[in-house]
């Protein structure tokens, strides 16, 4: 089963800021990377897949990066909509699906 | 557009059983792979199960206990749950496969496993 190891656990930052999230697996997982966001009370919602693409209405200033085993998730300029959670997850080698313990974004 | 809506969710004792569903519409139903993933209160994403057109497959955690079934004529996604245990306690979302990842979920339904 592939691990994958979030960092950090939280991040508080300002609306304004950069955030950089990080997520490490724990063996080459190619570039089979999402990225997701979720807020309190919501479902998870697909922001990034194949570590690099934006899904479908998902605001330019996210972007993912990375390929084997370190990843990236970077929001250019913080909106106060996207203090949340974040979780990324691999889909190389199911099952499992595997995701990672998640990032919270909160508000300095 | 894409909807899907769970139900069935609720109180159960250890060991009884619960069916939980998800009502599927906006899309060809019968041609994506679905998933289940759970959320424990307060704690991260768990996959639970899939259903695709190349076989089923669980979660070890739930491995033989549930069991994850579809009706294409009523556009509807099932999981079986058999012997819960305490630690099954959680959100169970349903999830459209799309490339193996999950591009559309459901709101949840809330499990809870007491006795």
């Known amino acids: 089963e592939i691990v994958l190891t979030q960092s950090p656990a939280t991040l508080s930052l300002s609306p304004g800021e950069r955030a950089t999230l990080s997520c490490r697996a724990s063996?080459?997982?190619?570039?089979?990377l999402a990225w997701y966001q979720q807020k309190p009370g919501q479902s998870p919602r697909l922001l990034i897949y194949?570590?690099?693409n934006r899904a479908t209405g998902i605001p330019a200033r996210f972007s993912g990066s990375g390929s084997g085993t370190d990843f990236t998730l970077t929001i250019s300029s913080l909106e106060p909509e996207d203090f949340a959670v974040y979780y990324c997850q691999q889909r190389s080698n199911w099952p499992p699906w595997t995701f990672g313990q998640g990032t919270k974004v909160e508000i300095k | 557009q894409v909807q899907l809506v769970e139900s069935g969710g609720g109180v159960v004792q250890p060991g009884r059983s619960l069916r939980l569903s998800c009502a599927a519409s906006?899309?060809?139903?019968?041609?994506?792979?679905m998933h289940w993933v759970r959320q424990a209160p307060g704690k991260g994403l768990e996959w639970v199960a899939v259903i695709a057109s190349d076989g089923n497959y669980n979660a070890d955690s739930v491995n033989g206990r549930f069991t994850i079934s579809r009706d294409n004529s009523k556009n509807t996604l099932y999981l079986h749950m058999n012997s819960p245990r305490v630690e099954d306690t959680a959100v169970y979302y349903c999830?459209?496969?799309?490339?193996?990842?999950?591009?559309?979920w459901g709101q949840g339904t809330l499990v809870t496993v007491s006795s």
């Open positions: 194949d570590a690099s």
């Open positions: 999830a459209r496969d799309w490339n193996s990842d999950f591009d559309y």
């Open positions: 063996q080459s997982i190619s570039s089979y």
């Open positions: 906006g899309f060809n139903f019968s041609s994506y792979a």
